[in-house]
């Protein structure tokens, strides 16, 4: 019999999991709604679109997120692949050219002959070998089937996306070009306070009104707090956080607080604002954004919006292989498993890719070493207490400990040996 899986949207997740089941020769329908009915947060056709920002963080593999790429890599990923083809200057980290990505990943998923895809809402989860990556924006009638199914309430929390802005609208005579402490190639763009500027902008910001949002209760991730949101807990909560000035002295001037610009496309024409993840209404973000040093004309060609974002409890719900508890040919990937970020939702898309093409070809399922970063994840979150689950971005914090001494500077890279060394002997055992 023909092995077919049906893989439920085309993000992140989704398209890394049809991906990795088509080098494995599996048959992949790939379902994607977007043609048909577009999410609020969504704007493009294209797969693997990138909403709340454009960075895929650090690049430093002796940051979590830095190794898990680098170990995305040593596994053929198709979605750091299109990442690193479209990168744009950003310093330390890892941003892209939104359009360029995401049509990268399309063109790679409509060229696979083992792919098909189909331009339909899916309200109900599918009968069959099926891995759902709908997303944090999962459509209303396929929650209520999987509400129905993980026999609970969802736990959620509202994402929040940052402005962006018209280069040619920034004024350079305040505004400049550096990277904190130096590091890449001046690749952000500054916009400087003095500490009256600062207070008077902050004044202004506490004052103006937010677009409330409509469900019983609200849960903010903190990797994603509203700026706004962040100002409420003290005047200096965002100085200390992304507007640190810290390392963004420029020409013998050390500002009170920094708003940090960094770019949207390859071309560099449009630059988003740093950390300034948003729900203030349209007309608020006019008028703060123009209270900026250098952005007082800024032309703002795409508003900071709010969404929610839908994710199982994941503990009670999916082991380690992403695979369910309660029926052994579903999987569930992306931040609908009840992982945070890009990278992470990548991660869980080809672990539940590989592992579902293992089931079809009835062999065992395999579990990435707890000592990776792909493989932490997973362990995380699958055997934390369900009381207490919340999705969370990868971090050395859940790698199991060092079982070396070493100096506290050598800390991360030990972790980082570790893992990579790891990692090639998983590859080599498992075939993988």
Known sequence: MEKVVNVVGAGLAGCEAAYQLSKRGIKVKLYEMKKIKKSPAHKLDTFAELVC???????????????????????????????????????????????????????????????????????????????????????????NSLKEFTGSDYLYFYDAIAPVILKDSIDFNKAYYKSRWDKGDADYINCPFTKEEYINWYNELIKLESVEAHDFEIKVFEGCMPFEEMAKRGIDTLRFGPMKPVGLHYNGMKPYAVVQLREDNIIKTMYNIVGFQTKLKYGSQDKIIRMIPGLENAEIIRHGEMHRNTFINAPSTINEYYQTKKREDLFIAGQLSGVEGYVESTASGLVAGINMARYLNNLPLISFPKTTSIGSQAYYISHVSENDFEPMNTNFGIFPQLDIVTKKADRKMAYVERALKDLKEFKNESKE
């Open 53 to 143: 920002s454009n960075s895929l963080r650090s690049s430093d593999i002796k940051n979590a997120v830095g190794l898990m790429k680098e170990e995305l890599r040593m596994m053929d990923s198709l979605i750091i692949r299109a990442a690193d083809s479209t990168k744009v200057s950003a310093g330390a980290s890892l941003s892209v050219d939104r359009t360029l990505f995401s049509e990268y990943i399309t063109n790679e998923i409509k060229n696979n002959p083992l792919i098909e895809i189909i331009d339909e809402e899916v309200t109900n989860i599918p009968q069959g070998p099926t891995i759902l990556a709908s997303g944090p924006l999962t459509s209303e009638s396929l929650s």
